[in-house]
């Protein structure tokens, strides 16, 4: 079974400042998808960025990007110019891209404090 | 600006109580997720749908919880009888699933916070 580990259980960071979140993982595949995504206080889970497995290139969205290290089993999130918005619960999520393995795998969480 | 939807957001019921919460998923996607928020166990899928068909409910204590489908655009998921360890937010995921496609994001719905005393 996968299972997914996020060793900060809190990050704070200066509005303006940059923040990684840390995620590894462990699967004996070769194939799947990795994801995080942001719980903001409304509780709403909002995906914020996808990673495919089979991409050596790493994803970005905006202010987020990831740093993807295949054979370390590592996927942290980079948060690039904070903003107050950006304070929420981050999880890192794993998803097998095999046609039965379609649910997600999450990590405990990491809690994103910004400060003004 | 279509999303998953659930009701109610909030519910407050007493121990032994029959407790329904609906999902309805975003227009077209075939697939549908139950996840289940605690503090102690974190987020953990209890089941979920392709085409209405349940393929994996394994998450799921089989003695009081059922999901269904009843149709493509109605999730539910019940409790009966409700303990107070059901307490927690349930999470509804819906997705669009391609035969022979990987690529499959899940969107997830507001949640619906259960408390039962």
């Known amino acids: 079974a996968q299972t997914v580990t996020q060793s900060q259980p809190e990050m704070s960071v200066q509005e303006a400042e940059t923040v990684t979140l840390s995620c590894t993982y462990d699967?004996?595949?070769?194939?799947?998808?990795l994801f995080w995504y942001k719980q903001p206080p409304s509780r709403q889970m909002i995906l914020v960025i996808r990673?495919?497995?089979?991409?050596?290139q790493n994803a970005t969205e905006n202010r987020f990007s990831v740093n993807f290290q295949k054979a370390a089993k590592s996927f942290s999130l980079k948060i690039s110019d904070s903003q107050l918005g950006d304070a929420a619960m981050y999880f890192c999520?794993?998803?097998?891209?095999?046609?039965?393995?379609?649910?997600?795998?999450f990590g405990g969480g990491t809690r994103v404090l910004v400060k003004p | 600006d279509a999303r998953v939807t659930q009701t109610p957001r909030d519910k407050v019921t007493e121990m032994g109580q029959e407790v329904t919460m609906r999902c309805q998923p975003i227009l077209g996607h075939n697939t549908v997720f139950w996840y289940r928020q605690t503090m102690m166990q974190g987020l953990e899928l209890l089941a979920y749908?392709?085409?209405?068909?349940?393929?994996?409910d394994s998450g799921m204590p089989k003695d009081r919880f059922s999901a269904e489908m009843p149709d493509a655009t109605l999730a539910t998921l019940k409790i009966q009888p409700s303990e107070p360890r059901d307490s927690a937010v349930y999470f509804c995921?819906?997705?669009?699933?391609?035969?022979?496609?990987?690529?499959?994001?899940?969107?997830f719905g507001p949640g619906t916070r259960l408390l039962v005393l």
């Open positions: 995921a819906s997705g669009l699933g391609l035969p022979g496609a990987h690529q499959e994001t899940q969107y």
């Open positions: 699967t004996s595949e070769s194939d799947y998808y």
């Open positions: 999520a794993y998803r097998s891209a095999g046609a039965a393995g379609n649910k997600l795998t």
């Open positions: 990673q495919e497995a089979y991409k050596q």
């Open positions: 749908f392709r085409n209405r068909a349940p393929l994996d």
